[in-house]
């Protein structure tokens, strides 16, 4: 853990709120080839940027739809990360996963939408931050049998999109 991060975090507020959207049907995962934007070329979840006067939960459903043509219900919400980046504007991402759905995938302007067997993730293709808080998201997924439920904390210390720190953990939820 690094204390560059520690300091940039004191009295920290994002210059922009985004979300990610995990579609899971076991053992599959809802995945996109991002083609415009921030992450271009990256593969994630369909998410985006919240716009004014719009909530995280309303915006990540909106993003399914546009980015993928899928309409989700029953969205829960499994990690908050913050991005705090030397060189580009700070994100406060809001993670959520779905496993109902109606609707085909299909392609459009933003994303190439495909479906991934968990096991065969490829974290290479990815954000690389995403390495260290993805596999925590699905693995608590996978595991719906447990008596405490838990939300992933992320803080990601970046210049330009490379990691330079992070720290992840889980905060049990009452």
């Avoid at 968990?118 to 998201?137: A, F, K």
Wanted: one cysteine or more.
């Amino acid at each position: 853990y690094n204390k560059d991060l520690v300091a940039r975090l004191k009295n920290w507020i994002p210059d922009i709120l985004g979300t990610l959207v995990f579609v899971i049907d076991l053992p599959w995962v809802l995945l996109i080839q991002k083609k415009t934007g921030h992450g271009a070329g990256k593969i994630n979840g369909p998410g985006g940027k919240v716009h004014v006067g719009e909530n995280p939960r309303d915006c990540a459903l909106r993003e399914v739809q546009e980015e993928v043509g899928l309409t989700v219900d029953g969205l829960e919400l499994v990690a908050e990360l913050k991005f705090v980046d030397k060189s580009w504007p700070d994100w406060l991402g809001y993670v959520y996963v779905a496993s109902s759905f109606s609707g085909a995938i299909h392609e459009t302007e933003e994303a190439k939408p495909f479906w991934c067997h968990i096991q065969e993730i490829s974290y290479d293709s990815m954000w690389e931050s995403d390495r260290y808080w993805l596999p925590h998201v699905l693995r608590e997924k996978a595991s719906q049998g447990q008596d405490i439920e838990r939300k992933i904390q992320g803080e990601f210390l970046l210049d330009a999109g490379e990691l330079l720190a992070h720290r992840c953990y889980a905060q049990e939820l009452v």
